[in-house]
């Protein structure tokens, strides 16, 4: 698939989390990018073979007025994990698993850990 095609899914996947969450997005200037895949680096980092999404910042719970940020606060998804599960053909199951990538990334913006995050469904 594109990644131009990727991108909408993921856009798509936003306009379905509630109003009251897409708001906090757009209110604090959260990036929600749509990557071919990880930055050099994060596999090692994070010892996985396959990382879907990523976090990076301050979250939300953390973050006070002067918060020292080496890096903007964004939330990054990777297609190239997808097509490595689901293939290049976007199906009804890899939709869902980028519909739960992007909420289980913006779930650590506000603040859950990944136990909570996990413990939700996501």
């Known amino acids: 698939m594109r990644l131009q095609e990727f991108k909408r899914e993921v856009n798509k996947s936003i306009k379905k989390i509630p109003l009251k969450y897409r708001e906090l997005l757009s ?48 939330i990054e998804i990777y297609k190239d994990s997808f097509e490595k599960i689901y293939g290049p053909d976007m199906s009804g199951e890899m939709k869902e698993h980028i519909f739960k990538t992007v909420v289980h990334e913006i779930a650590h913006y506000l603040g859950f850990n990944e136990d909570e995050i996990r413990d939700r469904g996501y």
């Not at 959260?30 to 895949?37: F, G, M, T």
């Not at 396959?50 to 719970?61: A, D, E, H, M, N």
Request: glycine fraction near 8%; aromatic fraction near 10%.
């Open 27 to 74: 209110m604090d200037e959260i990036a929600v990018i749509s990557r071919e895949k990880p930055p050099d680096g994060v596999y090692s980092k994070y010892g996985k073979k396959t990382i879907f999404g990523l976090f990076t910042g301050v979250s939300k719970k953390n973050k006070r007025t002067f918060s020292i940020q080496t890096e903007p606060t964004r």
